[in-house]
């Protein structure tokens, strides 16, 4: 094992799992027992919080991200991947058994998409690999899911975070289904909650109340801003001092996978820049839109391009 240890601090730190995405499009996505064709396959580097951290560097924020990779193809590739787009690599965990996160996906015609995760070293993250100088002057912490065990190590930085860092969570289908009494001590220091309307009525095991009172129920937690992602429909989000629902931009879908990771970039970024929940909202959307729109990370817009949007 070898890790990075330079004492250097960025604006924004991912913790989340590291992978090669294998995308197939597809005729259709198959069901049970059906069949279906491949028309054509690409190799890109991704995971959830990599994909967040990619879009924040783009858009000029000091990027890093606490992940593990095996000495493997994929493994380059993914550092490669982070490198060029301009994330620093300090709190990179190398690992010299194992291999690397894969997740093979398949996307159909109208860019809806299956995944099927192999997570590799991702799941072998210890407390003890992370270098708590680099995280303590990081403004934002941004929490997304792992498959299995390295939950634990994200549960034990908690208290070597600042006081004054502000912690993001993306807990994705993989972690809701843990049940909130699992996911307590995380989201109890959880400023900002960015989830799916899916995800939010699992967490809160409610199919019936609205949107608003179950985003209402989390604010009496303790949470400080609850942003749902709501699709092609738009997002509502809701804190102690504003409520706001802002519609979607319509676009050509090309590929959905990463469209959550990259609203986070771009609601993320306008957090930093203190704008208030309806521009950070609209921002985020726009950021999606530009990146359902293809495939890779050449897809996510830059600073330049975000201002001559806004």
């Avoid at 028309?39 to 959830?48: K, L, Q, R």
């Avoid at 993989?174 to 307590?184: A, R, T």
């Avoid at 699992?202 to 009172?213: F, R």
């Avoid at 970024?269 to 521009?279: A, D, E, Q, V």
């Amino acid at each position: 094992m070898e890790i990075f240890d330079n004492d250097l601090n960025v604006e924004v730190i991912g913790f989340g799992a590291l992978n090669v995405d294998k995308l197939f499009s597809v005729d259709s996505i198959a069901c049970h027992d059906e069949e279906s064709f491949i028309t054509s396959e690409t190799e890109i580097p991704g995971g959830s919080a990599a994909n967040t951290i990619i879009g924040l560097a783009r858009l000029g924020c000091s990027t890093s991200i606490i992940g593990k990779i095996a000495e493997d193809k994929e493994g380059d590739l993914i550092e490669y991947n982070l490198a060029v787009n301009g994330v620093y690599s300090n709190n990179l965990i190398y690992s010299d058994e194992g291999h690397s996160g894969k997740c093979l996906g398949f996307v159909d015609k109208s860019g809806e998409r299956s995944l099927y995760i192999s997570p590799g070293v991702n799941d072998d993250i210890q407390i003890g690999e992370i270098n708590p100088l680099n995280i303590m002057g990081c403004k934002i912490m941004h929490y997304t899911s792992f498959v299995g065990d390295s939950f634990k190590a994200q549960v034990e930085l908690l208290p070597k975070l600042s006081d004054e860092s502000i912690l993001s969570f993306d807990p994705g289908m993989l972690y809701v289904e843990k049940g909130f009494d699992d996911l307590k001590v995380i989201l109890k220091r959880t400023n900002i909650l960015l989830i799916n309307e899916n995800e939010l009525r699992i967490l809160c095991n409610d199919k019936d109340s609205s949107i608003k009172e179950l985003a209402i129920g989390l604010l009496d937690f303790g949470i400080d801003n609850v942003v749902v992602k709501q699709g092609s429909k738009g997002t509502f989000a809701i804190n102690k001092s504003e409520e706001c629902f802002v519609e979607a931009f319509e676009v050509e879908v090309v590929d959905t996978t990463g469209a959550g990771d990259s609203f986070n970039s771009g609601f993320l970024y306008s957090y930093l820049n203190g704008y208030n929940l309806t521009k950070s909202c609209k921002i985020g959307n726009w950021v999606a839109s530009r990146a359902i729109g293809g495939f890779g990370m050449e897809k996510f817009p830059t600073l330049k391009e975000l201002k001559e949007f806004y």
